[in-house]
């Protein structure tokens, strides 16, 4: 059973960089994206961007590339910074495991595994 | 368009059927898949691919596409189900639904 345990500052000033890690456990990284997800205070759910084992990686074009997304594979680990956060960064921020299913020509992809969840609060 | 459109809040009576629905152009090549979350909790994936359920979540949650709007059924709500449920393209390129407010009365 694969298991994200995520951590990282939850309490940041504006113009402060936000850094969260999150390790994967009971399972490989290969053949799978790895992403992340915010959810601002009362709000829905934002995809942020992942990143596969190769290193590839891809964003939210609407986030306007504020983010970066890297992996240790030698840790197991995959990571999201973000500099100059301000207020309207703060947000719970999950991890997640993106999972592929189906045949060629008819691929389809859901998260089946997610983080708990770090609450980043960004405030002067 | 990427965007995916969802009703903001829907209500069931115990023990009755209720639909969900995700409209979206994407939908027509991918299937939805949904999400259900509770206060303060992760989102749990409970709907994927054509019909599938992770292990684990009751068979009353089914999912269905229709053109371009993806549907989850709940037959027989319970007072457990209610929460609020998201749906998303169906593409790793991900894009979240508004998500929907479920109200068991």
């Known amino acids: 059973q694969v298991q994200l345990q995520q951590w990282g500052a939850g309490l940041l000033k504006p113009s402060e960089t936000l850094s969260l890690t999150c390790a994967v456990y009971?399972?490989?990284?290969?053949?799978?994206?790895w992403s992340w997800i915010r959810q601002p205070p009362g709000k829905g759910l934002q995809w942020i961007g992942e990143v596969n084992h190769r290193g590839i990686t891809n964003y939210n074009p609407s986030l306007m590339s504020r983010f970066t997304i890297s992996l240790d594979t030698s840790k197991n680990q995959f990571s999201l910074k973000l500099n100059s956060v301000t207020a309207a960064d703060t947000a719970v921020y999950y991890c997640a495991r993106i999972n592929s299913g189906g045949r060629f020509g008819d691929y389809y992809y859901y998260i089946d595994v997610w983080g708990k969840g770090t609450t980043v609060t960004v405030s002067s | 368009s990427s965007e995916l459109t969802q009703d903001p809040a829907v209500s069931v009576a115990l023990g009755q059927t209720v639909r969900i629905t995700c409209q979206g152009d994407?939908?027509?090549?991918?299937?939805a898949s949904w999400y259900q979350q509770k206060p303060g909790q992760a989102p749990v994936l409970v709907i994927y691919g054509q019909n599938s359920r992770p292990s684990g979540i009751p068979d009353r949650f089914s999912g269905s596409r229709s053109g371009n709007t993806a549907s989850l059924t709940i037959t027989g709500a319970q007072a457990e189900d209610e929460a609020d449920y998201y749906c998303d393209s169906g593409n790793h390129l991900v894009v979240f639904g508004g998500g929907t407010k479920l109200t068991v009365l």
């Open positions: 009971g399972g490989s990284f290969s053949g799978y994206y």
């Open positions: 994407s939908l027509r090549n991918y299937y």
